[in-house]
């Protein structure tokens, strides 16, 4: 008797559990823009999932692996409801702020702009400026 009650408290346990997703990476959807936000080249992204595939309560919008080709850029562009992290893999590059101040970025750094604030990022080395981009909305 106490067995079953053991195995009904398990499975009850385990049916209201929230799982964590993964996405590996040879499920990543590749999708690749040209002259993204007004920049130059072509921005190439792996993505977990876009915007639209996000539901209204999940925070993070859209999550992939950004890369920019020496000499490519994102345009400087504003995030009206939303927010833009750049965690930069490899590569080097320089990053325009939301008062329009440019800043040299490497592999470690991590960026940020704000709901309502404005950025860009180019790829000024010689290698791909590889970056992982995380988009959430409140």
């Known amino acids: 008797m106490l067995n079953k009650w053991i195995a009904i408290l398990v499975m009850a346990a385990v049916s209201s559990m929230v799982w ?4 590996t990476k040879e499920e ?5 823009k040209d002259g993204a936000a007004g920049g130059k080249g072509t921005l190439h992204g792996k ?4 915007r639209e595939a996000a539901k209204k309560d999940e925070a993070i ?3 992939g ?8 850029s994102i345009g400087f562009h504003q995030h009206k409801n939303n927010e ?5 893999v490899s590569g080097t590059g320089t990053f325009m702020n939301a008062d329009g101040q440019s800043y040299p970025v490497k592999a470690g750094d991590v ?6 604030q404005s950025h860009g990022l180019a790829n000024t080395g010689k290698e791909p400026l590889v970056f992982i981009d995380v988009i959430a909305e409140q």
Do not use: H
């Not at 960026?111 to 309502?116: N, V």
């Open 20 to 23: 964590a997703d993964i996405y």
């Open 28 to 32: 990543l959807v590749s999708i690749s």
């Open 47 to 50: 993505f977990a999932f876009r």
């Open 61 to 63: 919008k859209e999550i």
């Open 65 to 72: 692996w950004m890369t920019l080709q020496p000499g490519d």
């Open 84 to 88: 833009d992290t750049y965690i930069i």
């Open 111 to 116: 960026t940020i702009a704000r709901k309502g």
